[in-house]
């Protein structure tokens, strides 16, 4: 039986949305080349959020896939985001769930 998966249009503002909220707790602030972030790491997934130019990046990494990058977005001060990559998987999950517990 096929898996109904959320339309990428919808996912993806989910997605981002998640990774602010478990970042503004769990994150840890570092810096590459100059640049300040922000590193999370939920065991089998983890995400850097930092600056990039005028707007923000977010690399996504999932480890039950060998550490491969599996998302990367960026995004505007006005809320505009531009997909680099997106490889569906259970990693998805992980961070809605993450981020929904941290709610309750």
């Known amino acids: 039986m096929a898996v109904l998966r959320t339309k990428r249009s919808?996912?993806?503002?989910?997605?981002?949305?998640?990774?602010?909220?478990?970042?503004?707790?769990?994150?840890?602030?570092?810096?590459?080349?100059?640049?300040?972030?922000?590193?999370v790491d939920l065991g089998t997934v983890r995400f850097s959020i930092g600056s990039l130019g005028l707007g923000t990046n977010l690399d996504v990494w999932d480890e039950t896939r060998g550490g491969g990058k599996v998302f990367n977005i960026n995004w505007a001060s006005n809320g505009a985001i531009e997909v680099v990559?997106?490889?569906?998987?259970?990693?998805?999950?992980?961070?809605?769930?993450?981020?929904?517990?941290?709610?309750?």
């Open 10 to 39: 919808v996912q993806i503002p989910l997605l981002k949305a998640a990774t602010i909220r478990i970042a503004a707790r769990h994150g840890k602030p570092g810096s590459v080349s100059g640049h300040e972030l922000t590193d």
């Open 85 to 104: 990559s997106f490889r569906r998987g259970e990693w998805e999950q992980v961070l809605l769930d993450r981020a929904k517990r941290m709610l309750n």
